[in-house]
Each structure stands twice: as C-alpha cells, then as structure tokens.
C-alpha cells in the first residue's frame, strides 16, 4: 500500500513538469513561427520599396497638377473618366475646376454624373433657373449624394455648370446628364442578391443612356464623366459572388466605352484615404494599393498631384480594392491585372489632415 502511494505522489510531480515541457515548446514555436512572419514581411516591404522606387522619384520629380492632367487628356481624347470617392470631398473640388478648364480650353459638351436618371428633369430645371436657384437640387438629397456627407461640395459641379452657360452660346451650353438606375442606390432592406443584380445593370444602363442621350445626337460630343472610380476601369471585368449562387458578371462604363470608341477614353483614377461609408453598398472603390504605398514613402507630400500611368506602377499587383456589402465578394478579372491595364492617370490626394488616415 504505502509503495502505491508513493508511486502516485511521484506521478503528480512528474506530470506538471511534463506539461511545463510541453507549454515551453508551443511558446518557442509560435515565437518562431512570428519571427519567421515578421522576417518574411520585412523582406516583403523591402523588395517593394526596391522595385516602386521608380514610381517614387517619379511622383517627387514629375507631379503634375490634376486639373491640367485632365485638361489635358481633354485634348486628345473624347471622353474623360474622372474618378471620385463617394464620401471625399476634394475629388469634387477637382471635378468642378476640370469643367472650367476644359470649357475653356478643349471644350466640353456634357458632364456625366453618378445619379440617379429618374432625377434629369430636376437637373434640367435648375440648369434653367434665372437667378441660380439651388433649392431645386437641395429639395432632393439624391441630386447631391447627401448620405455620402458631402452636399456642399458636390453642389459645387451643377454652379460651375450653370455659371458657365451663362457665359455660352445656347447651342453650345453644357449639358448634365444623370445616368445610373433610376432609384439607386437600394435601400438597406433590399437582399443582397437583388441589390448585385441591379448593380450588374448600372454600367450597361449607363453606357446606353450616354449613347442615346448625347452621342447619339453629336458623336464627336466632349464628355466629362465624374463618377466611382470603379466604373470608369478601361478594360476587364469582375464578378460578383454572393453565397453559393453563380456569380453575377459585371462589365464596366468605361471598359464599355472604350469599345465603341476605341482611343477615345482616358481614365483617371483618384487615391486617398477615405472616411468610413454609411449605408447599403453592393461594392464600390475605396483606394488602391498606389495610395499605401505613396503614402508610405512620401509622407511629406501633403498636397493633391497627379501623374500619367505607365510601367512605373507596375510592381503592384492587383492595386484595386473596393469595399462590398454584408454576404457579396467581388473579384476581378483578370486577377494579374496592372494598374497601367486599367486607368491612364492617377491623382494622389495627399497625406494632410484632411486626407491621410
């Protein structure tokens, strides 16, 4: 008896000890699993900063400013995709001094914008107001993505337009035509699978709508489309998956444009921090990879700029990201796309206060 008993004393004291051993060694290989991680990001960073320091002098040497790099691409081309961030309020500032600059310089015949198309008549009678009256548009939250929190600014494009025609021949007036889905975007009730397929229809129903409405009638019509960037990518497509379903095929404006007119759009990507977005989205863009790393290695530039895109940008794989609702996954296609692929100019916001993160 007295020999079992010893015998379960030694066992106690020979368990702890082995659990000791055991905790020891889980804490030496997850020490050196994050090691091995660590090391491996830091190599990572490394052979990125190697191979995007072109891109760096680039933009410390060669920054352009973004309304001349629209004005421009104006001269050269016929349709100039301007891209926004919905809740940013600088591309808007930009967007409403590109109008300018192109109605005095290359001509512009019409801005298209990311509205709804069941408010053109709205936006036809402001344009026609005598004195300006803004109240039309203010009446409706939507003419002004009023949920985005940025009103004040975007009301800014429709005076810029109105002023301008004040200055114009009638038949040379500028024109603001809203080209999404009547009724976009869903309300937040709507299912996710409902709200992708009607996102599928956006850029489809917005090609036809600028074809009908505009070049249509005038087909060497001067465009300026101020929407999304997501929309104005010149070539590719996505998809997007929600749950087990078939994923739902999305084909983009300006991927749609440059087919009808082949060398006739240029598209500009905008990049920068963005404040947190409220409300329903199927998927919409955020910022590319460009942005972070800018950001990173320019910490000083803290002023809007923008460059023209080429080889420089091509260290990045992949570069575009966009933000999707609750349930949806989009992917795009193809997957070993460069920015270059997709976009002609690319403007940097900055990394002030009002921009960096």
């Known amino acids: 008896m007295r020999k079992i008993k010893r015998g379960r004393r030694r066992a106690r004291r020979l368990i702890p000890r082995r659990r000791g051993r055991l905790g020891l060694s889980v804490l030496l290989v997850g020490a050196l699993i994050a090691a091995v991680a660590s090391i491996t990001a830091l190599i990572g960073a490394r052979r990125e900063a190697h191979a995007g320091s072109g891109l760096v002098e680039y933009a410390r040497l060669s920054p352009a400013d973004p309304v001349r790099l629209v004005a421009t691409a104006g001269r050269r081309h016929q349709i100039i995709f301007l891209g926004d961030i919905l809740s940013a309020p600088e591309p808007k500032r930009i967007a409403a001094d590109a109008i300018d600059a192109l109605a005095h310089g290359p001509g512009l015949d019409a801005v298209v914008l990311e509205i709804g198309s069941d408010l053109q008549q709205r936006i036809d009678r402001f344009l026609e ?109 996505a998809e997007l998956f ?11 404006l300006g991927t749609r444009l440059g087919q009808l007119h082949p060398g006739e759009v240029f598209t500009i990507v905008t990049d920068g921090a963005t404040p947190a977005l409220q409300g329903s989205l199927v998927a919409d863009y955020t910022a590319s990879r460009v942005y972070d790393f800018l950001r990173k290695h320019l910490p000083d530039a803290t002023r809007p700029f923008a460059l023209t895109v080429d080889g420089r940008f091509d260290f990045l794989e992949a570069p575009i990201r966009s933000v999707t609702a609750p349930g949806l996954e989009i992917a795009f296609r193809p997957n070993d796309y460069r920015l270059r692929d997709v976009a002609d100019g690319y403007i940097f916001l900055g990394t002030g206060p009002k921009f960096g993160r």
């Open 129 to 237: 107001t005598e004195p300006e009256d803004t109240g039309i548009l203010l009446a409706e939250p939507r003419t002004i993505h009023e949920r985005w929190g940025v009103a004040s600014d975007y009301i800014e494009i429709y005076r810029r337009v109105w002023r301008l025609n004040r200055t114009l021949e009638p038949g040379r007036r500028i024109r603001i035509l809203a080209v999404d889905l009547p009724g976009w975007p869903p309300a937040p009730n709507v299912p996710p699978r409902l709200a992708a397929a009607q996102y599928a229809q956006r850029d489809s129903y917005m090609v036809e709508r600028i074809e009908s409405m505009i070049l249509a009638g005038n087909p060497r019509a001067r465009l300026l489309i101020f929407m999304s960037g997501i929309h104005g990518l010149k070539s590719g497509q």
């Open 242 to 252: 929600y749950g087990t379903d078939a994923p739902v095929p999305v084909v983009w």
